[in-house]
């Protein structure tokens, strides 16, 4: 979506947009790491981290695919990095405080690959298919890192 379009559906003008927005990646960095920090807090105040984290994910998945394909480009690597690891964080924390349900073997890292395979994947769904492949995508990551066994 071009900045002029953004500018509008905000109800501002395109010169605003420009003076604190460069591009379209620093506008889908202010807007990711608002919600990384409300999954931060959301993830904080649950007594059930690990379906709060993954709903939250999930969600942030299906819903802002556009913002996701924008951060999640190599060339954007440098510029996202305190994102990623303010994710990480949160997976750890999580790992921390639900650590008797989720599997011994899953890792903080196997949190992160998990969520980046999940949204990556939807980013590039059609709208109406995300939600319907992302729940399965979803079962799969809860049957991994939950340690479900068939």
């Given at each position: 979506m071009p900045l002029?379009?953004?500018?509008?559906r905000a109800g501002v003008g395109q010169g605003s947009l420009y003076r604190h927005f460069s591009d379209r990646t620093d506008l889908a960095v202010a807007v990711f790491s608002q919600n990384v920090e409300r999954l931060a807090a959301a993830v904080s105040a649950s007594e059930t981290p690990y379906t709060t984290f993954m709903d939250e994910v999930m969600d942030e998945a299906v819903e802002a695919a556009v913002v996701i394909?924008?951060?999640s480009q190599p060339e954007e690597a440098e510029r996202t990095r305190v994102l990623a690891d303010r994710l990480q964080a949160i997976?750890?924390?999580?790992?921390?405080?639900d650590g008797k349900v989720l599997h011994p073997d899953v890792e903080v890292e196997d949190f992160i690959d998990g969520?980046?395979?999940?949204?990556?994947a939807l980013s590039?769904?059609?709208p109406d298919?995300?939600?319907r492949?992302?729940?399965r995508m979803r079962r799969m990551l809860d049957?991994?890192?939950?340690?479900?066994r068939p």
């Open positions: 002029t379009r953004i500018a509008r394909d924008l951060i997976a750890a924390d999580v790992a921390a405080r969520i980046f395979m999940l949204a990556l590039r769904m059609l298919e995300r939600r492949c992302g729940g049957a991994w890192f939950l340690g479900a």
